[in-house]
């Protein structure tokens, strides 16, 4: 059975999380975390997003491990503060991806107009959205055309021709990409979210049971890092 929740209290979940995050005062309550979004992933339907999850902060606990075998100097030092970077940042992304995989778009819009989110970031929001599946078809469209001129993107073409691969994705990537962006921007303010009217949705949005129980999980989540976490489990 698919766990289905609000987009509102999708977005309460990941404001929680980059708390969290934030907050963690170790590896081990980060740890645990880490596992409650993946389950909560799991719940939401949200398979790929969350084995996705698990296996990229898998490597970069590979990586923290690797390094510290390392003596200190300026490179182990310089890759590990990276590492270190994208272990906090990764969980609010691992739960981001996973919500925008199991919500439309129409629903996320309406969930940030009734939370009265400021117009201009449910503009941003909404653009952004469609921007990124449009971006990756064109990707794909432009790889297929290189490989019909026999420059493909692979790992010899790019270590042998690294400035033909380059020129031959960068250029037209770009030209298409201010095009898309020009083409949503218009299709949004063509279906009138511009407009001050008080604007209806075809999505029901209504908060239920189960809704409130993953929030009030996550809230105790939330408190439970700011009061210590596992090390005041282990006093």
């Known amino acids: 059975m698919r766990l289905v929740l609000d987009p509102r209290t999708k977005l309460l979940i990941l404001l929680l999380i980059s708390s969290i995050v934030i907050a963690s005062p170790d590896m081990h309550t980060e740890l645990v975390c880490v596992g409650v979004i993946v389950l909560t992933l799991v719940g939401m339907g949200a398979y790929k997003q969350a084995l996705r999850s698990i296996s990229m902060y898998a490597g970069m606990l590979g990586v923290l491990y690797i390094c510290g075998l390392f003596p200190d100097n300026v490179i182990s030092a310089f890759v590990l503060m990276i590492a270190v970077c994208f272990r906090k940042l990764a969980p609010p992304l691992f739960f981001a991806s996973g919500m925008i995989a199991t919500t ?18 449910v503009i941003t929001f909404a653009v952004t959205l469609r921007f990124f599946p449009a971006a990756k078809e064109e990707y794909a469209s432009i790889k297929d055309a290189m490989r019909l001129r026999g420059i493909g993107v692979s790992a010899v ?21 201010a095009t898309i962006a020009e083409e949503l921007s218009a299709a949004t303010v063509t279906r009138g ?23 009030a999980i996550f809230l105790a989540l939330t408190v439970f890092v700011f009061m210590g976490g596992v090390p005041l489990l282990l006093r």
């Not at 819009?109 to 117009?119: F, G, T």
């Not at 073409?157 to 990409?177: A, G």
């Open 193 to 215: 979210i511009e407009s001050n009217g008080r604007r209806t949705s075809i999505n029901e949005l209504k908060m239920r049971a189960f809704d409130w129980c993953i929030a």
């Open 104 to 121: 439309k778009v129409g629903e996320l819009v309406s969930a940030m107009q009734r939370l009265h989110i400021p117009k201009p970031i």
């Open 157 to 177: 073409n790019v270590l042998t021709r690294p400035l033909t691969v380059l020129e031959s994705v960068l250029i037209p990537m770009m030209m298409r990409c």
